[in-house]
């Protein structure tokens, strides 16, 4: 991935995209959301301008139904904190059950320096904690920590609790933040994930899990980055992941390890393409900004194609918009509403219009389309016949 800062006639585009537009700097949640729909050259262009994309949604009259809850958040701090509480003896014990690691091994470091003043009762983030020191002190603290652990200190802490990791995005630096992270099992080290949500019955929620996922793969690949500018191999950051939630319904801690394989790939990728701006400029007329009167926003936007999916609507602030878009397009609207996997089925067939007079008959399949065409048309047939003759 290019790391450095977009200059020269990017920047001026990017400038003119963004216009007087408030903009946002990039966290693990956003970095994360990139790679919920890696195909869309909208959400590219916008995010690779830093534009705060709730501000543009207000201008076009779909304002984002989008975020946590404070009443979320406060459970997620408790939840935390009950699971770091007593020098993280709790998070010592699912170490132990999921990755082997030694319960009693090496102290739990924080990087804040103010671990404990959140307790079970006190919902205060990480972020509002009094006293907190500045990022650069907290990355710094973060790469001290990790050396130690890999030159086998006998002193190294064993758990680092909120480290604070450095991310290049399309040339603007991040501070991404995990919960914590396990420095010392079998030589490597594993990014914590802690979320409030309950595993029941060996399931959770699979748009929270995948979102989860997600995050923590975002924090593998900047601890990837770190670890590599420290002279550290890279490899020494597992990509099996623990996440910590709650289970069933008694909010009792439980552990499982995930791999984040594939989600790291997506986000190198998604990150990747958003440092090369200028592919996503190429199809742009020249001129565009989105800094416009709010009646023309809406066209402005619209310039710059998007790829709406359902899992927009828990990822992306402009998720109302682009549904509202795509339901309008061509006959019947894209079938990209209708999710990935119908998209993935009728390859190669834009609208649902078209779709459903293949079904029908009424329309020929192109080259091409034979094969769509035959099974639009089966299932129609077993449609027909599940209603009695009467769809
Ligand atoms: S909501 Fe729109 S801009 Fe955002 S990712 Fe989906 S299609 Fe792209």
Redesign the pocket.
Known sequence: MRTTGTTGAIAGRLEQLRGELPTRNHNARTVAALAA?PG?A??GV?DAAGIEKTVLAERLGFPARYGRSPFAIGRGNVFEARVKADDGRELRRLLAEVLGADPDDGALLDVDGAMGSAGPTGPTTSTDRPGRPGREERVARTREALLRAASGDPDACAILDHPLLPLDVAGRRAYLEPDAMACRVAGRLHVVEIKSFAIIDGSADPGKLASATRQAAVYVHALRGLAEELGLDPESVSTDIVLVCAQDFANRPIAVVLDVRRELATTRRRLARLSGVEELFAELPEGLTFDVAEERVGAAVARVP????PD?LS??E??LF?RNEARGCGTGGGVGTLGTSVRGALGGIDDIGTALALADGTRAPEPGQEDVARLLRRAQALRHEALGGVG
């Not at 998007?306 to 999916?309: G, K, M, S």
């Open positions: 729909n869309c909208r959400r916008l998007a790829a709406y999916l927009c990822a992306c402009l998720a682009c």
